[in-house]
């Protein structure tokens, strides 16, 4: 793989893809970002804890395709102190170069079959469409009774249901119980019953 591409762009990219990123986990893999090369000049960039994929897909100059797994904090802190607007990135076996005016860094790289397979969606165009009024006010609401826990984690979202034209929110923190109702006149949906 071989590519060039502008910083801001990848910088665009680093930042959309970082909030997937698993800093605390002890598979070394998700702390690794999917950088894809492909022949049309598209560049897509993925990240994963296994509960959130980010796909961010931005442009470059490819020269020769290729898929690679680059450890996100190290590649990350490179790309933010280069001087260049120009960056160029090559792949040699298991190793990322990067190069810009008077500067070149090698990091080591995980091999691209390791990082998760993330699952596609297709797009059906199903949707529920109300006021961001009543929807954050419902919102406000039903998050009173939520609470941060991190051995019961289903008391801390909210859960939505779409039942008989009906959008029910509910937040609980086994103690406190919320659910609001926002009824008929005030969502719209194209989802089946």
Known sequence: MKVILLKSNLLEALNS??????????????????FVAEKNNKIILTSTNLE???KHTTSGKVIEDGTIVIP?????SIVRNLNSEKVSLEQKDHTLVISADNYEASI???DSKEFPIIPTIQNTRKFLKLKKVDFKKSLAQAVVAT??????????????RYENLHLTLVGTDSFRLVEKVL??????????E
């Open 17 to 34: 893809v970082d909030k997937a990123i698993e800093t605390s986990s002890n598979l070394p893999i998700l702390k690794s970002i999917q």
């Open 108 to 110: 080591y790289c995980e």
């Open 147 to 160: 609470q941060y826990s991190e051995i019961r984690p289903e008391i801390n979202g909210i859960y939505f």
């Open 183 to 192: 009824e008929q006149n005030k969502v719209q949906s194209t989802l089946e």
């Open 72 to 76: 996100f904090e190290v590649f990350n």
């Open 52 to 54: 959130l994929a980010i």
